[in-house]
């Protein structure tokens, strides 16, 4: 079962607006959320995270929201930069079988446009 | 700090065929993952190691994949034998003791493309 879902496969926005990237997700058991961003032919590497009991976190041009009762977060990055194109992954993070892991979404590719 | 190093970065077998994987985590770190990254799908977790022993390997396909991490440094896994669907990328993950699951810090994994 996908318990971690971003319905959008790609996502294209132009230089200096900006981009809000959308996560879904089912099991009220989460105790953190992330976003990665992945670059072709590199690993994801972390981007910002929140805790189950915020709603909001900030780091720079980087803000996550979390919408527990509808079981949603979304990653708002304002301004756009072309540097930003890539692909991001939503991830959740509960402890199963007495250790942390993480369950990731699908990824969605931000492309922004000059 | 060096970054978790793994090799090799592609791989091309035919079905059938064994091949193996090697992973170098970030030196200190005590816990170590396996993902499986499967085109347009996110990371899925295969195997999680904290120092020698496996915390959760519940998602392995043990009937032909095998993991081990020597001495609690570097990780091999195993596919042996093949199947067309194991062409993925497999990448490696590591953390140090008592982070929570955001500090992973991945390799640039490998690309295995199974004919």
Redo the contacts between chains.
């Keep these: 079962d996908q318990q971690?879902k971003?319905n959008s496969?790609s996502l294209s926005v132009q230089e200096g607006r900006i981009s809000i990237l959308n996560c879904d997700y089912t099991n009220s058991m989460f105790d953190?959320f992330?976003w990665y961003k992945k670059y072709p032919?590199?690993?994801?590497?972390?981007l910002i995270?929140i805790s189950s009991i915020k709603d909001k976190n900030e780091d720079g041009r980087f803000t996550v929201f979390l919408n527990k009762s509808a079981k949603h977060l979304s990653l708002h990055i304002v301004p756009s930069q072309p540097g930003d194109s890539a692909v991001y992954?939503c991830?959740a993070?509960a402890v199963?079988?007495?250790?942390?892991?993480?369950v990731?979404?699908?990824?969605t590719r931000l492309t922004i446009n000059p | 700090e060096a970054g978790v190093a793994q090799s090799p970065r592609y791989k091309i077998i035919e079905k059938r065929q064994s091949v193996a994987f090697w992973c170098n985590p970030i030196s200190g770190h005590a816990t170590l993952y396996w993902y499986q990254q499967i085109l347009g799908q996110g990371p899925k977790l295969l195997i999680q190691f904290q120092n020698n022993g496996v915390v959760d390997d519940s998602q392995l396909p043990k009937d032909r994949f095998s993991a081990e991490r020597l001495k609690g440094v570097d990780s091999t896994l195993k596919i042996q034998p093949a199947k067309l669907e194991d062409s993925a990328v497999y990448l490696c993950a590591s953390s140090s003791r008592g982070s929570t699951a955001y500090e992973q810090y991945f390799g640039p994994g490998t690309r295995l493309t199974v004919t």
């Design positions: 971690v971003q496969p953190y992330l032919a590199e690993g994801p590497t972390f995270s992954f991830a993070s199963r079988q007495g250790a942390q892991k993480l990731f979404g699908q990824g």
